[in-house]
């Protein structure tokens, strides 16, 4: 059955930036949407402690071959991550301001991003039939050159937006319409 899982990046939760949007969006047309509210924080926020949580929803069958996937900033690396890892083929992921191997945010973001990062990014490919990557030419947390990078290596489309920010809410993105194309 078709679901779709919605990740909120670092520091974040799934009340904020365009997550509850698009949840509404999904559940106004009948589908299946989970929100996971993923730890956060210092001492918290690393790849070991987002894996527990997103494979209980891998035992639950919530992930699977007809699962979307909207990711945010850290997400989609931690995404890549544990699709690769655990060997899950989904049907497609959606990828907002993706990054991966990027250290300069600040020592926060930094250290809990870290655990997140892989080295072999390409292999995400075999366990996606497609991959969005949308993201922006001016964010202000992620150099621009990173996150083409990022989509460079695994994207079948790319969307760039010239003037996005991180496409957060603090960009003006508490809605985003564009990304109810890949439903």
Same mark, same amino acid.
């Given at each position: 059955?078709?679901?779709?899982?919605?990740?909120?990046?670092?520091?974040?939760?799934?009340?904020?930036?365009?997550?509850?949007?698009?949840?509404?969006?999904?559940?106004?047309?009948?589908?299946? #949407?989970?929100?996971?509210?993923?730890?956060?924080?210092?001492?918290?926020?690393?790849?070991?402690?987002?894996?527990?949580? +997103?494979?209980?929803?891998?035992?639950?069958?919530?992930?699977?071959?007809?699962?979307?996937?909207?990711?945010?900033?850290?997400?989609?690396?931690?995404?890549?991550?544990?699709? #690769?890892?655990?060997?899950?083929?989904?049907?497609?992921?959606?990828?907002?301001?993706?990054?991966?191997?990027?250290?300069?945010?600040?020592?926060?973001?930094?250290?809990?991003?870290?655990?997140?990062?892989?080295?072999?990014?390409?292999?995400?490919?075999?366990?996606?039939?497609?991959?969005?990557?949308?993201?922006?030419?001016?964010?202000?947390?992620?150099?621009?050159? #990173?996150?083409?990078?990022?989509?460079?290596?695994?994207?079948?489309?790319?969307?760039?937006?010239?003037?996005?920010?991180? +496409?957060?809410?603090?960009?003006?993105?508490?809605?985003?319409?564009? +990304?109810?194309?890949?439903?």
């Amino acid at each position: 059955m078709k679901n779709y899982l919605l990740i909120h990046g670092s520091f974040g939760s799934p009340f904020v930036n365009w997550i509850p949007y698009l949840r509404k969006e999904i559940e106004k047309r009948e589908l299946k #949407v989970y929100t996971l509210d993923l730890p956060t924080g210092v001492g918290y926020q690393n790849y070991q402690n987002w894996e527990k949580l +997103l494979e209980s929803y891998l035992s639950a069958g919530i992930v699977n071959e007809e699962t979307v996937i909207y990711a945010h900033s850290i997400a989609p690396i931690f995404v890549c991550h544990f699709l #690769v890892n655990h060997q899950i083929k989904v049907k497609r992921l959606v990828f907002v301001c993706g990054f991966n191997n990027y250290l300069g945010i600040n020592e926060e973001y930094d250290t809990v991003n870290k655990s997140m990062y892989f080295d072999n990014l390409e292999a995400v490919k075999k366990y996606a039939k497609e991959i969005v990557c949308i993201y922006s030419k001016n964010d202000p947390y992620v150099k621009y050159e #990173v996150e083409k990078e990022f989509a460079d290596t695994i994207a079948d489309k790319q969307i760039v937006i010239d003037d996005g920010g991180h +496409l957060n809410s603090e960009s003006g993105y508490t809605e985003f319409k564009e +990304l109810l194309e890949y439903l």
